[in-house]
């Protein structure tokens, strides 16, 4: 079954878009998988709350990195690749993709270096479809601070400079494979962003 990815600036809306598409596939009698990088399992939560704890602001990039790499290689050994192993259709809140655009564009690192290691850490595996919902960092900070009531996390605190190389990586992601990553402007309320994404992921996967 698919492995479907979701990603996009902070504040986006991709996690609410995730799990209304997982309702919507149980509604069809599917048994979706909804996980996230990072924390999507017991190791990986420990892991989370490091990289995403304000306290932890001067985390060194390579570490802030290599944090997130060893999140995923227990994610997809011990969620991912098992599940989609069974046949499970698995909902992924952020990717390798993050790394691209948040590690090599955001912070800078050597990008040979850090895609040699993500290859190896995932093992060959990658999303079959990547909804990419794209929005003004602006608009998206300010989205996310109303959300979390103030309280922002590190990403979240970044100066706008980051937020913007971050959304430009992600384009250049689409642009370079359309065949894999849809690019949906966030216009309008939530359902009208969610009408669009089932219109892909049903006209992908014959739904």
Same mark, same amino acid.
């Given at each position: 079954m698919p492995f479907i990815t979701f990603e996009g600036v902070e504040g986006c809306g991709k996690s609410t878009q995730l799990q209304c598409l997982a309702e919507r596939l149980?509604? =069809?009698?599917? &048994?979706? $998988? @909804? =996980?996230?990088?990072p924390g999507g399992t017991a190791v990986g939560r420990e892991i989370r709350a490091i990289l995403m704890d304000p306290?932890?602001?001067?985390?060194?990039?390579?570490?802030?990195? $290599?944090l997130f790499e060893a999140d995923r290689r227990q994610h997809v050994s011990e969620v991912v690749a098992p599940a989609l192993s069974k046949g499970a259709f698995?909902?992924?809140d952020r990717f390798s993709d993050s790394t691209e655009a948040y590690q090599l564009a955001g912070r800078g690192l050597?990008?040979?270096?850090?895609?040699l290691v993500d290859r190896s850490v995932r093992g060959g595996l990658a999303p079959d479809l990547t909804l990419l919902y794209d929005i003004d960092p602006r608009e998206g900070l300010a989205r996310a601070n109303r959300r979390d009531a103030? +309280? &922002?996390g590190r990403f979240e605190n970044a100066a706008l400079e980051l937020h913007e190389r971050v959304r430009e990586a992600f384009l250049a992601i689409a642009r370079?494979?359309?065949?894999? @990553?849809? @690019?949906?402007? @966030?216009?309008?309320d939530s359902?009208?962003?969610?009408? +669009?994404?089932?219109?892909?992921?049903? =006209? +992908?996967?014959? $739904?």
């Open positions: 149980r509604a =069809t009698g599917a &048994s979706p $998988l @909804v =996980t996230r990088e306290p932890h602001a001067m985390l060194e990039p390579m570490a802030e990195w $290599l698995v909902l992924c050597d990008p040979d270096l850090v895609r103030g +309280r &922002s370079r494979e359309p065949e894999r @990553v849809a @690019v949906i402007p @966030v216009v309008g359902s009208a962003v969610f009408a +669009r994404t089932w219109e892909i992921v049903s =006209t +992908r996967f014959g $739904l």
